[in-house]
Structure formats: structure tokens, C-alpha cells
């Protein structure tokens, strides 16, 4: 009942059909408010960069909230096993470039196979207006996520955690270097996603 309620909602806001539509054909670990939430927050962010890919589902809904978006999204997509729920494998990189292929989006993602700490030399400081990060869920791995990659959110722009509230490894680093940071603010909450914008100088 609350499962149809929440769709309802979805469904009778701006977007809601399309926004209902993608989350049910694409592939990942999302609740509808979180597919809407990502969907809406891309809107008027031209760069953006996802950490964190999985088999392509949040990364088709950034480029698609906003259509003249350049996606960056960073995967290494190796085998690993992280938490027991799911099994990360290469073949989420076929997926994934299947999902972009199909959602014609493939021109405007820049797909790193690459953990962010490797990905991170490539990008030569260009600032970025959405982070999205959905990639190592330990306590190091959200850390190094977010040393090496917050600080290049522009003034005004959008930083966005998902497990903030599965996890307490990433709910400790999250709170660390974003909730108790003044840079940023306001900050909130939807379902398990964590989110800030960055504060103007």
C-alpha cells in the first residue's frame, strides 16, 4: 500500500510518467523517490559527474533530467562483492552502455572504467555542478569519493550521496566532510539519499 502511494505521488508530479517509466525499465538499486529526486535535481546542471554507475540507471536519469548535459560517470564495473546484497560483475559495463544506447544519451556520457581515485587525474580541476555518488560504500571509499572530488563542486552547486540511510560507513564519512562542514548548506533527505548544496562564498 505505502509501495503504491509513493508511485502515486511520483506519478502525479512534473514529469512524474516519464520519471515512472525509466525507473521501472532501467536497471538498478533506486526507489522511485530517488530516480524522481536525481531526475528533477539534474535540471540546470550542464556538468555533472556520477561515481558510482552500477548497470546504468541513475546515470540515464541525470541525462536525462537535463537534456544539454555532459555526464561523466565513473565505474570501475570489476567484480567485488559489496555487502552480499548484490553481484558486481564486468557485465554491468555491457548493460549499462546498452541502457545508454537505447535512451540515446550515449553521445553526452563520458563512461570512465576507472575507480575515482584513478579517474581523478583525468579531470584537470574543470569545476563540477552535480556530483552524484553512489560508488564504494565503506567508510575509506566514501572519504576518498569525497576529498578528492567535492571540493570541485562550484558555489551553488548540488553534492547527492545515495545509502546515506542504509549505511553507517557512509553516513560517518557523509556527516564528516559535508553535514558538519559550513561550506555546505542547506542540506536534506530523500529516502536514503543525502544532499547539500554548496554554500557562495
Known sequence: MRRALRRLKVRLSPHGRTILALHDKLEGILSVEESAFLYRAARGHKTI??????????????????????????????????????????????????????????????HITATSAQARPRWQDTPIDMLWIDGDHSYQGVRTDLELWAPLVRPGGLIAGHDYGHLESVRRAWDELITNDPTWGPTGRVRSIAWARKRQP
Do not use: F, W
Open 49 to 110: 559527474v556520477e561515481i558510482g554507475s552500477y548497470r546504468g540507471k541513475s546515470c540515464v536519469l541525470l541525462a536525462l533530467g537535463e537534456p544539454s548535459a555532459r555526464v561523466t560517470a565513473i565505474d570501475p564495473h570489476y567484480a567485488q562483492d559489496d555487502s552480499g546484497a548484490i553481484r558486481y560483475s564486468p557485465e554491468d559495463e555491457r548493460i549499462m552502455n546498452d541502457a545508454l544506447a537505447r535512451y540515446s544519451v550515449a553521445d553526452r556520457v563520458n
